[in-house]
């Protein structure tokens, strides 16, 4: 390229570079001032554990500045790069999702346990090695007391692939001595 060509795309990449600086500076005020602080509040109001709401933060963080980045290098005409940062959101997303699958078996596990008549709180069962009275069944886990007094909480997918016994429906109401 001869000094004239450059010259005469010059106005192009100082359009090209001041619109990625300014999808740069966009895509900070958004994450700083809308997306922190609101994203913030509304994760406080599910009553998160605070662990759970600062990695919720950080992943909505990390995926906004690649989306920015993204949006800067399309900016730039980099599109192969643009591509390839774009990507690295499926492929964040597959690992989540493969992170997932053991909660998600847990949830539908759950499900056909809550509408299972031979599992409910107050009876006594034993599954695998564990023998003990149902206190709770929620979504993810199902918690036994056993008679040493020692609570064992064993997530949804063990209990519903595994077979059980059903010793008791009701637990005994303790005697007044």
Do not use: C
């Not at 999808?23 to 662990?51: D, N, S, Y």
């Not at 600062?54 to 643009?82: F, P, Y």
């Not at 008679?147 to 519903?160: A, C, M, Q, T």
């Amino acid at each position: 390229m001869d000094f004239h060509t450059i010259y005469q795309m010059l106005p192009v990449f100082v359009v090209r570079v001041i619109t990625a600086v300014g999808i740069l500076i966009v895509g900070f005020i958004v994450i700083q001032w809308i997306l922190r602080p609101v994203g913030a509040h509304l994760l406080r109001r599910t009553r998160w554990k605070p662990a759970v709401v600062s990695i919720s933060l950080s992943v909505g963080t990390v995926v906004t500045w690649i989306l920015v980045a993204s949006g800067a290098l399309a900016a730039l005409h980099l599109t192969v790069i643009a591509a390839a940062l774009s990507g690295s959101i499926a492929l964040v997303a597959l690992a989540i999702a493969n992170a997932a699958k053991g909660t998600t078996n847990d949830i539908i596990a759950g499900l056909f346990l809550a509408v299972d008549d031979d599992l409910d709180i107050g009876f006594r069962v034993r599954t695998g090695d564990i023998e003990g009275w149902v206190e709770q069944i929620d979504l993810r886990k199902v918690r036994i007391r056993d008679d040493d007094g020692h609570l064992h909480v064993i997530p949804n997918r063990s209990v519903e692939s595994a077979p059980w016994i059903v010793l008791a429906r009701r637990k005994p109401a303790k005697s007044a001595e």
